[in-house]
C-alpha cells in the first residue's frame, strides 16, 4: 500500500532564510500531493498542492517541488516569516478519494 | 469563503456518556472523511463518505464508535460509551470527487476538542 515518509520531523531557520521539507512515497500511481500547515490549536490548511503532470508550482514565497522518477516532493518556503511557524504535513492519494498524511514537519522560525 | 462547520467546538464528559459530533460539509463537495489527531497518533482517518454512502471505516471502532450522513449537509460521528482514551481533536473534511484521476483537496473544519473524564 502507499507510504509517506516526511523529513525532518523539526527544522528550525533563523527568520529571512529558506525552509525545505521532504517527503517520499511509495505507490508510482500516486498523482497528487497536497501539503497542509497545521498552527498550534487550529485546523489543517491546504496552502498548496501539485499533480503528476507538473514538476513545480509556485505561489508567492511557497513553492512545491515533484520528482516523479525518485518517488519524492518538497515544500520551499523562501524568505521565512515568524507567522510561517506550524507543523506541515505532506501527503499522497489512498484510491480514489482518500490520502494518507506524513508525520508532520515542526518548523520554528527564529528571530 | 466556504468552511467545513463543525459542533460543537469543544465537549468535555464523563466516561460512560454519548458524545455526538456534528459536520456540515462545504456546499457542493461529495466527500466528507472523520479524522482523529492525537499528539502520539497524528492524523488517523476513522471513516469516510462519498455521495453520502460509506465507503471505508476500517479506522473506527465498530463497539463504540458510528458514523452517519442522514443527508447532505449533515456528517455525525457518535461514541457510545466514551473512554477516556477516546479524549483527541476530531476534525471533519470534505472535497469533491470529479471523478477524474486520484486525490482531491480536502478542507477541514475546526476540530472538536474532547475530553473524556
Known amino acids: 500500500g502507499e507510504n509517506v515518509e516526511q523529513h525532518p520531523s523539526t527544522l528550525s531557520v533563523q527568520e529571512g532564510d529558506s525552509a525545505v521539507i521532504k517527503c517520499t512515497y511509495s505507490?508510482?500511481?500516486?498523482?497528487?500531493f497536497p501539503w497542509y500547515k497545521q498552527e498550534l490549536g487550529k485546523r489543517p490548511q491546504l496552502i498548496i498542492d501539485?499533480?503528476?503532470?507538473?514538476g513545480e508550482k509556485k505561489d508567492q514565497r511557497i513553492a512545491v517541488t515533484l520528482n516523479k522518477t525518485a518517488k519524492h516532493f518538497s515544500l520551499h518556503i523562501t524568505e521565512t516569516q515568524p507567522e510561517d511557524s506550524a507543523v506541515y504535513f505532506c501527503a499522497g492519494p489512498l484510491g480514489d478519494d482518500k490520502i494518507i498524511f506524513g508525520k508532520g514537519t515542526r518548523l520554528h522560525i527564529l528571530p | 469563503d466556504a468552511r467545513v462547520t463543525q459542533t460543537p467546538r469543544h465537549k468535555v464528559t464523563e466516561m460512560g456518556q454519548e458524545v455526538t459530533m456534528r459536520c456540515q460539509p462545504i456546499l457542493g463537495h461529495n466527500t466528507v472523511f472523520w479524522y482523529r489527531q492525537t499528539m502520539m497518533q497524528g492524523l488517523e482517518l476513522l471513516a469516510y463518505?462519498?455521495?453520502?454512502?460509506?465507503?471505508?471505516d476500517s479506522g473506527m471502532p465498530k463497539d463504540r464508535f458510528s458514523a452517519e450522513m442522514p443527508d447532505a449537509t449533515l456528517a455525525t460521528l457518535k461514541i457510545q460509551p466514551s473512554e477516556p482514551r477516546d479524549s483527541a481533536v476530531y476534525f471533519c473534511?470534505?472535497?469533491?470527487?470529479?471523478?477524474?484521476?486520484?486525490?482531491?483537496?480536502?478542507?477541514f473544519g475546526d476540530g472538536t476538542r474532547l475530553s473524556i473524564l
Open positions: 501539485i499533480r503528476s503532470n507538473v
Open positions: 473534511a470534505s472535497g469533491f470527487n470529479s471523478g477524474i484521476g486520484r486525490g482531491q483537496p480536502q478542507h
Open positions: 463518505f462519498r455521495n453520502r454512502a460509506p465507503l471505508d
Open positions: 505507490d508510482s500511481a500516486s498523482n497528487y
